[in-house]
């Protein structure tokens, strides 16, 4: 095949225009002052995709295990806030979108740094160094937060409001972009390769080390940048925002859409931000309904697994029965609930923001036994996907079969 | 040429190589043979870096490898497809390849050596978009030795490709492995099935416990009444 330069650059050319387009687009939709709760929610699900898609370069796409990932985070996010306090204050009021921008790369760049240094030597060692330090540095940049004046202690940092939903959408977009041009290129196989077997890969010439450190530091410098942007778009940050909750809840992001799966980790991301943060606004509710939904979610859990462990019927057939297998479990809740509910000793009311945890993890529960490879596995979106979810046979499986 | 001198490695307390001398010339193919345990994939994996002997040295052409990173050892023309196979069973055969030429900046001259590889290996051709996990034990070795061709090394270290295969892609191996040695591939390879390797070996040693304990032609220990004996079933 030749390499057409005029070709790969027009593609490329078109994709970015595209891509800054749809993030300018976005951003007019969610201006005005009526919107600003959802602008906030967009904002934040944004810088969420970000951290989940870096996670994912360093744990699913290269195989290393960083449980972290919200202390580099919080060290973009306090770079952005205490710059913006100090030295560039004046920018950051005069010209906001342009510090913004700059605060992003500021936050980038120390968090690769940090990255680096906590990188290089414990992914040069065999086993999973990784994890325990970065369940340190977590630990350890929280606790250098919360002694240092200049970092508001406890209490936090409050720094210019900026908000660019164009910024924070064009920062996700870049960081699958990058992603994804990885795997596509030989040397992203060899990121691949280095999760699929170590030993293989420095046969083939593969530096391992080299390979294990750019991911993590690549990782890092995004979700600095994402945390820069968080900083300017809440004008607060304080430890709480990054604590250890926050490393794990990135980490099931990536680990429910399918480790390594750049589609499925930025579809998790949504989900699992949105899930809890809408169940803030419940009001207060009867004891009864979420038992009775707990029992109903049971019952589907248990058909379905029955279904999949006894039954290989065709697609559209199995299809068919789980969808029932759900409908009855809808049906359950809805019985038990109201059952429960003339029960006096469920008539009590509580706060429904209280079952925000524990509703998200039966969610995960109930996925990870029916999907325990996550919702994508190792599946990424492409076009030849959906024609073949259509029915049609794309030309790629015509050749190979 | 490729020299070991006095290798010694161990596991823990476990000595697995013992004062290990051995020499391979261009142009060769030298066998290492002994049963499980012997330590055939200890020294190959201390040649090629993936593991430190505790003394001793190993080198190619007068350079010292054992301070040289895996890679870096690929890059002087060494190439090892260790034991069992160890392809990247996720991806397909061509990723599999190109991996293989990880190293290598020269575009045509990795595509020619592509095309060498599959002329060689027609079923990798017939599987070349195919996920490589799927295909059989046979069509998987030879990928391993193909991956392995395309760094277009100078010396071949193959570990046991006969494991675990049918008798005749047994000799299909083997050929293989002689049409390579004849179009100017040295070749180190460890074999159990000492039958084979001798035959088509100019030199082998015995590796015993982590010693060795004998060495000389492929047809002298053919014929040594101890190997016959030991290795080759009386
Ligand atoms: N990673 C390891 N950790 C500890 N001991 C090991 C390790 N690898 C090998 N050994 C031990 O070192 C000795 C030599 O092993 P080696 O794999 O080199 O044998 P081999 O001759 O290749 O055997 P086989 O023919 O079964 O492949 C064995 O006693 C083995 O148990
Ligand atoms: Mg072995």
């Not at chain 1, 951003?27 to 002052?33: E, N, Y």
């Not at chain 1, 030989?186 to 420095?202: I, K, M, N, P, Y």
């Not at chain 2, 599999?96 to 595509?111: E, F, I, P």
């Not at chain 2, 083997?174 to 030199?203: P, Y």
Request: one cysteine or more; charged letters at 15%; proline letters at 3%.
């Amino acid at each position: 095949m030749q390499f057409n330069f005029g070709k790969w650059f027009g593609t490329r050319a078109i994709s970015v225009i595209v891509a800054v387009l749809f993030c300018l687009l976005l951003d007019k939709v969610m201006q005005g002052p009526d919107k600003s709760y959802y602008r906030f929610l967009m904002s934040l699900a944004g810088i969420y995709v970000t951290l989940a898609v870096s996670l994912n370069l360093i744990n699913g796409i290269t195989g290393q295990f960083s449980i972290g990932h919200a202390a580099f985070y919080q060290i973009g996010a306090y770079t952005g806030a205490v710059l913006a306090a100090n030295k560039f204050s004046h920018l950051a009021a005069t010209k906001p979108l342009l510090w913004l921008f700059l605060a992003a790369l500021f936050g980038a760049i120390a968090a690769g740094l940090a990255g680096l240094i906590v990188g290089l030597p414990s992914l040069r060692l065999k086993g999973d160094y990784l994890a325990v330090v970065t369940l340190g540095i977590g630990e350890i940049v929280t606790i250098i937060a919360k002694n240092q004046k200049s970092l508001g202690e406890a209490y936090g940092l409050s720094t210019a409001k900026i908000e660019s939903v164009f910024l924070i959408s064009l920062l996700a977009i870049v960081c699958i972009a990058v992603c994804r041009n990885l795997l596509k290129s030989a040397h992203g196989l060899a990121f691949l390769a280095v999760r699929e077997d170590e030993v293989a890969s420095a046969a083939m010439g593969v530096n391992l080390t080299r390979v294990k450190v750019t991911a993590f530091v690549l990782g890092s410098a995004f979700a600095g940048a994402a945390g820069a942007l968080y900083a300017h778009t809440k004008a607060f940050v304080s430890p709480p925002d990054f604590s250890m909750d926050v490393s794990f809840l990135i980490l099931t992001m990536v680990v429910l859409g399918g480790t390594g799966s750049i589609t499925g980790t930025t579809i998790a991301a949504v989900v699992l931000f949105l899930i809890p943060e809408k169940m803030r606004d419940l009001p207060y509710v009867q004891m009864g309904t979420p038992l009775g939904v707990a029992i109903g979610i049971i019952v589907a859990v248990v058909l379905l697994r029955k279904i999949q462990e006894s039954f290989h019927g065709s697609a559209s057939e199995r299809l068919g029965r789980n969808l029932g297998s759900v409908g009855i479990g809808i049906v359950v809740a809805f019985v038990m609930a109201k059952v429960l509910v003339m029960v006096p000793a469920f008539q009590s009311m509580i706060n429904g923001a209280l079952f925000r945890m524990p509703v998200l993890a039966v969610t995960l529960v109930v996925l990870m036994l029916l999907r325990p490879q996550g919702i994508f596995g190792h599946h990424e979106f492409s076009w030849s996907w959906v024609q073949k979810l259509l029915g049609k046979k794309s030309p790629e499986t015509e050749v190979a079969a | 040429m490729l020299e070991t001198k006095n290798l010694n490695v161990f596991y823990g307390a476990i000595n697995a190589l013992n004062d290990v001398s051995i020499t391979v010339q261009p142009g060769e193919i030298v066998a290492i043979i002994g049963s499980n345990g012997a330590g055939k994939s200890t020294l190959l994996r201390t040649i090629s870096g993936l593991i430190r002997p505790r003394s001793g040295s190993v080198s190619y052409n007068g350079k010292e490898l054992t301070t040289l990173q895996p890679h870096e050892i690929v890059k002087l023309g060494l190439s090892h497809a260790p034991e069992g196979r160890r392809i990247f069973t996720n991806m397909t055969v061509e990723e599999n390849l190109q991996l293989g030429a990880y190293l290598r900046k020269d575009k045509a001259g990795v595509a020619a050596d592509m095309e060498m590889v599959l002329g060689r290996f027609p079923r990798l051709k017939e599987r070349f978009k195919q996920n490589s996990g799927t295909m059989s034990g046979g069509e998987q070795q030879m990928l391993a030795i193909g991956r392995a061709l395309m760094s277009r090394p100078e010396i071949l270290l193959l570990d046991e490709p006969s494991l675990g295969l049918a008798p005749f892609l047994i000799t299909e191996i083997f050929n293989i492995v002689k049409d390579l040695n004849a179009d100017g591939k040295t070749v180190l390879i460890v074999e159990q099935n000492a039958n084979r390797a001798l035959e088509i070996a100019h030199r082998a040693y015995v590796l015993e416990t982590g010693e060795l304990v004998l060495q000389g032609s492929g047809q002298e220990l053919l014929h040594d009444p101890k190997v016959k004996e030991a290795y080759l079933g009386g």
